[in-house]
């Protein structure tokens, strides 16, 4: 079990590049699938997560290539629609295949995912829009069985903006007859992402924002596209800049993704400059940031909510976060009051006071965003921490210990 070792108290200063995004790439390697042709995805972040999805494609019987940022998928010899419990069991992301493997072989053996563990997330709005398009799915404890004769078109009203189920339901429709539509999709940035690669494969999808139609049955070829900026990996550097009063720019980066985390920074009493591709945050002092309420994009991120209240921890005031999108998103919150931080949460609500200084503790990440919050407040507590179970955050950061570094950070990886 790999543990950061973290010595705080240093502001963060410099200069780093951010990976393309993790939320972005692995419904683009599940889509790979689907094309049944070779494929390239360039900035591919080096984490956990991809890795877990190219050893679900070569299960399926894909060849897969990873050097450096760059991967490549020949679906062409794709072979096999079963996936194993301990290949879904390594990330959430895994049930995406299920669209994929019904629009390219019409039957599916998988097993519910893993992944982070916040709470009741539920894919009964994949199976209910699957099962409208002509799948036969039965879900037997953990098993999914999903066969059809051939999908069809229909219109699928999404009764909330999933973003698995929308990335879901867009790759299963590339193999149905007829378009599907689909409403009340969700707007992330990646979702946006995944239209634009598979427009490039030769997709028909067309309208935009809620509003999808994505017509069957196109015959598709491979690609080559650049996955996007991460803005999540974004909002935790720009978090632990502002925590420990630092002056960090952020370069490949999108700011039009991270209106509402940028408006709270600066709510907060940060600085922050946008020119010629970067953005650039700097703090002298930190000042509570008024309620914070996650939601759908283009609302503040489900994902920005613990790396912000880790910076909130050591504000002047008081800030309230209400937390909409998942039921156990505040697991975070007993490792930071380790720290010294002063939060109650119940239920949905967590209220922060902020308090002049935190101080090192032992601590254990229990998922991917709230690890990176237990590094922010370590980075900007007095004296060292500890925090075990570094794997969470591996899954979705890419040479995190080196880039913080590269940014002053005292923190080292004990294996």
């Known amino acids: 079990m790999d543990i950061f070792c973290i010595r705080g108290g240093t502001p963060l200063h410099g200069r780093i590049a951010l990976h393309g995004a993790k939320n972005a790439a692995l419904p683009l390697l599940a889509a790979t699938l689907a094309t049944g042709a070779r494929c390239e995805l360039l900035d591919c972040p080096d984490i956990s997560d991809v890795t877990a999805a190219c050893a679900i494609l070569r299960h399926l019987g894909c060849a897969v290539e990873q050097h450096g ?66 799948a036969e799915i039965t879900l ?57 690669f598979l427009r490039a494969c030769g997709a028909d999808i067309r309208g935009e924002g809620s509003l999808l139609r994505i017509r069957g049955g196109v015959p598709l070829t491979g690609a080559r596209h650049t996955v996007l900026p991460d803005r999540m990996e974004a909002a935790t550097y720009l978090a632990a800049a502002a925590a420990t009063r630092g002056d960090v720019t952020l370069t490949n980066v999108r700011p039009e993704h991270l209106t509402a985390v940028l408006a709270v920074l600066e709510r907060a009493g940060c600085t922050l400059t946008q020119q010629n591709g970067m953005l650039r945050l700097r703090c002298s002092r930190l000042r509570a940031a008024g309620p914070i309420r996650t939601a759908p994009y283009d609302g503040f991120p489900t994902d920005a909510q613990a790396p912000l209240m880790a910076a909130m921890a050591v504000a002047e005031g008081v800030t309230v976060f209400e937390e909409n999108l998942f039921e156990d998103r505040f697991r975070h919150v007993p490792a930071l009051r380790a720290l010294g931080a002063h939060i109650h949460a119940a239920r949905r609500y967590a209220v922060v006071t902020g308090v002049r200084e935190l101080h090192g503790a032992s601590m254990t990440a229990t998922d991917l965003r709230g690890g990176a919050a237990l590094v922010i407040a370590a980075l900007a507590a007095r004296g060292r921490s500890r925090i075990a179970d570094t794997g969470h955050i591996d899954r979705g950061y890419a040479c995190f210990v080196q880039m913080l570094t590269e940014l002053g950070a005292q923190i080292e990886r004990e294996m």
């Open 69 to 134: 940022g760059i991967v490549a998928v020949d679906a062409g010899s794709a072979c096999r629609s079963d996936i194993p419990a301990e290949l879904m069991r390594k990330m959430r992301a895994a049930v995406l295949f299920l669209g994929p493997l019904l629009a390219r072989f019409g039957t599916a053996e998988l097993s519910l995912p893993g992944g982070c563990v916040l709470g009741a997330r539920p894919i009964d709005l994949h199976l209910r829009g699957l099962r409208r398009m002509g």
């Open 140 to 196: 037997d404890g953990e098993h999914i069985s999903a066969r059809t004769d051939g999908l069809h078109g229909c219109t699928v009203a999404l009764p909330l903006p999933s973003v698995g189920a929308t990335e879901n339901l867009i790759l299963a429709a590339l193999g149905c007859r007829g378009t599907l539509t689909l409403c009340n999709a969700a707007r992330e940035p990646e979702i946006g992402d995944l239209i634009i």
